[in-house]
T-cell receptor, first 119, second 115 residues
Framework: GAGVSQSPSNKVTEKGKDVELRCDPI?????LYWYRQRLGQGLEFLIY????????KSGLPSDRFSAERTGESVSTLTIQRTQQEDSAVYLC?????????????????FGPGTRLTVL | AQKVTQAQTEISVVEKEDVTLDCVYE???????LFWYKQPPSGELVFLIR??????QNEISGRYSWNFQKSTSSFNFTITASQVVDSAVYFC????????????FGGGTRLMVKP
């Protein structure tokens, strides 16, 4: 089936502008995650959505970052008043819900990412 | 706090050599999950393996094998008879108990396999 898709694949913007990044998760995946990967570094968790529960925003680096998700489908990550340090690849992942009682966790499948360059 | 350390930032081998990528993790939870992902030059993260903290059996999948040792908090990844197509950045990641399903990633190891 189709994997996680993200758009745009590349975004170049000027410092101070707002940007919106989109993620379409795998159908049926109720959990959705955003991560940031700076050049040459590992991934940093940003935000996590699980079904209709309140999102876990603990990884968002500042109040310029926000994300929304409509039901269990598309999510958008918005960065307001972009700064040069926001330049990175923004990766989205989705998974089936973690089932703690069963001792299971479900693998996150990643999209191709959006490369954001802030000039 | 949760932490994943991949001490090797870059490894270079010649094709057909075996190579081991190290991963050391820290967590206070007794229930946790460990993952390896591959990130080829195209950029997309490819899932390789998931292992839970109660299963210390080593696993082999073709040329790939994983050695999980709770005593040393390590989850090392070995590629046997490496190939040029194995060239990528490899990430080890940890998901812990009750904190949703978020992953903590190591810094990655860039593997270059030369012909």
């Amino acid at each position: 089936g189709a994997g996680v898709s993200q758009s745009p694949s590349n975004k170049v913007t000027e410092k101070g502008k707002d940007v919106e990044l989109r993620c379409d998760p795998i159908s049926g995946h109720t959990a959705l995650y955003w991560y940031r990967q700076r050049l040459g570094q590992g991934l940093e968790f940003l935000i996590y959505f699980q079904g209709n529960s309140a999102p876990d925003k603990s990884g968002l680096p500042s109040d310029r970052f926000s994300a929304e998700r409509t039901g269990e489908s598309v999510s958008t990550l918005t960065i307001q008043r972009t700064q040069q340090e926001d330049s990175a690849v923004y990766l989205c992942a989705s998974s089936l819900p973690a089932t703690q009682l069963a001792g299971r966790t479900d693998t996150q499948y990643f999209g191709p990412g959006t490369r954001l360059t802030v000039l | 706090a949760q932490k994943v350390t991949q001490a090797q930032t870059e490894i270079s081998v010649v094709e057909k050599e075996d190579v081991t990528l190290d991963c050391v993790y820290e967590t206070r939870d007794t229930t946790y999950y460990l993952f390896w992902y591959k990130q080829p030059p195209s950029g997309e993260l490819v899932f390789l393996i998931r292992r839970n903290s109660f299963d210390e059996q080593n696993e082999i999948s073709g040329r790939y094998s994983w050695n999980f040792q709770k005593s040393t908090s390590s989850f090392n990844f070995t590629i046997t008879a490496s190939q040029v197509v194995d060239s990528a950045v490899y990430f080890c990641a940890l998901r812990w108990g009750n904190a949703g399903n978020m992953l903590t990633f190591g810094g990655g190891t860039r593997l270059m396999v030369k012909p």
